[in-house]
């Protein structure tokens, strides 16, 4: 269970177990943040493209951070999919009741192919945590 957490979280070396805890939460904070080694965005990456693509649709410096603060608060509430069993559903219930009419309602932010498609991908990351989380509780 030990080396397939280790492989999930994509570290290439292994710390004692003892640490393994500590190891999985801080190469999984690195990953999310942007520092991956295998040249993964991250959430910092991630949201610089998406604020710059949302400028060009939308036209406004506002609309573009709106869309900042979207992917942000979706990619945080993401790591609710962690939750064994019924993450996904609690992370797929807090966005769509919560995070999402709170962005449209205090920001001018709109519905269009950009927030459908934040959505759809942190989504798709969702499942794919979930699928993780339930196979290292299997083993």
Not at 13 to 33: D, G, M, V
Not at 80 to 96: D, E, H, M, N
Not at 122 to 136: D, E, H
């Amino acid at each position: 269970m030990y080396t397939k957490l280790c492989r999930v979280v994509g570290v290439t070396h292994y710390p004692p177990k003892s640490l393994y805890i500590r190891s999985f939460l801080t190469h999984a904070e690195l990953k999310i943040l942007g520092n991956s080694s295998n040249g993964g965005l991250g959430l910092i990456g991630w949201t610089l493209i998406w604020t710059l693509i949302a400028y060009f649709v939308y036209g406004s410096v506002e609309l573009a951070l709106s869309v900042a603060l979207f992917n942000i608060l979706l990619s945080v509430a993401l790591l609710l999919s962690i939750v064994p069993v019924v993450g996904t559903p609690i992370y797929y219930f807090i966005a769509t009741v919560k995070i999402i009419p709170f962005v449209y309602s205090v920001t001018q932010l709109y519905p269009t192919w950009i927030t459908r498609w934040i959505f759809g991908l942190n989504m798709i990351g969702a499942i794919i945590m979930w699928i993780a989380v339930m196979g290292i509780l299997a083993d």
